[in-house]
């Protein structure tokens, strides 16, 4: 395992920029939209930041205004980007996004050969990958082209090979391919990973059931199970938990599960036991939902640990 001394995580994948109007508000009607950075592994490390967490992300932009407002903006959060490299002849991709309605919310990408889908294996190295102690990806990543998937290949990798901690995330994206095409490429990179974690569709797509047996994840510390509103499944230590997700004001639904994810890692790597941790990324989330972007309703923390509120709501069991 890690020594004490190497803290932090390093995340890889593809960062957006998105153009979100008020919430309630069509696009089409909208006279003022608002500039957000997103992408499910850079949610991931700016949610690790804001605990105190060394984050660093591994991505590409294009030499563009959106890249530098990208690179701004991960900055500003803390998140080390010496390693996103900036694409001198790609484009950096876009998304908008509005939810006229709860439940209702609808994306328009502008990603197909995007400097950030071009993702290559060169860009991992194993001196970045010993000098964290845990590594990250998700489904949406292997889901962009062969190169990307590549990378994330390699970083699992030397990850397995450097004795680091792995975080899947299947993150499965209707856009992006079928659940025929998704099921066993995720399955795959999930059963390289310690941590998997999916929503109960995405566990049906890539094992075939979210009722969850060690039989399944034979390889994995912690396989997790998320299912909105309702109780989340913690499969680890040899036992099963529920654990009940925090109420919350639901303002923009996108990004909870990269709150969740990234409070979780941190408080893994802070030391916390596996249900206080998944209890510190089921906070995080919540956070998320109550604002609108994926990460400005993010808390700060220290050392990995945020303080959670005694009336947040949550329920054991």
């Known amino acids: 395992m890690p020594s004490s001394e190497i803290r932090g995580v390093l995340s890889v994948g593809e960062v957006l920029a998105a153009f979100v109007p008020d919430t309630g508000e069509a696009f089409r009607r909208a006279r003022q939209v608002h500039r957000f950075t997103v992408g499910a592994e850079a949610n991931v490390a700016v949610a690790a930041s804001r605990l105190g967490i060394k984050s660093t992300c591994i991505s590409r932009v294009g030499a563009d ?177 529920s654990l009940s997700p925090f109420p919350s004001s639901v303002v923009d639904p996108v990004g909870a599960g990269d709150g969740f994810v990234g409070g979780l890692i941190a408080g893994l790597i802070a030391g916390l036991s596996t249900e206080d941790a998944v209890r510190q990324g089921a906070y995080c989330g919540s956070q998320v939902v109550s604002r609108l972007g994926d990460w400005t309703g993010l808390p700060f923390g220290s050392r990995g640990i945020v303080e959670i509120p005694h009336n947040a709501g949550e329920v054991r069991r």
């Open 65 to 241: 205004l959106l890249g530098q407002g990208i690179l701004d903006d991960l900055r500003h959060e803390g998140v080390d980007t010496s390693l996103v490299e900036v694409d001198s002849t790609g484009f950096t991709g876009s998304l908008i996004r509005e939810t006229p309605a709860p439940g209702a919310t609808r994306v328009t990408y502008r990603r197909e050969g995007s400097a950030g889908s071009q993702l290559s294996p060169a860009q991992i190295t194993r001196e970045a990958v010993e000098a964290h102690s845990h590594v990250h990806a998700s489904g949406i990543t292997v889901a962009l082209r062969p190169a990307a998937r590549d990378t994330v290949r390699k970083l699992f990798s030397q990850a397995r090979s450097a004795r680091r901690t792995i975080s899947f995330d299947m993150n499965y994206r209707s856009q992006l391919w079928t659940p025929t095409e998704a099921g066993p490429v995720l399955r795959e990179y999930a059963l390289l990973a310690d941590i998997i974690i999916g929503g109960r569709t995405e566990w049906e797509i890539a094992f075939g059931s979210a009722e969850l047996t060690p039989e399944m994840v034979p390889n994995a510390a912690l396989a997790i199970v998320t299912d909105g509103d309702q109780d989340i499944q913690v499969h680890g230590d040899g036992k099963t938990v």
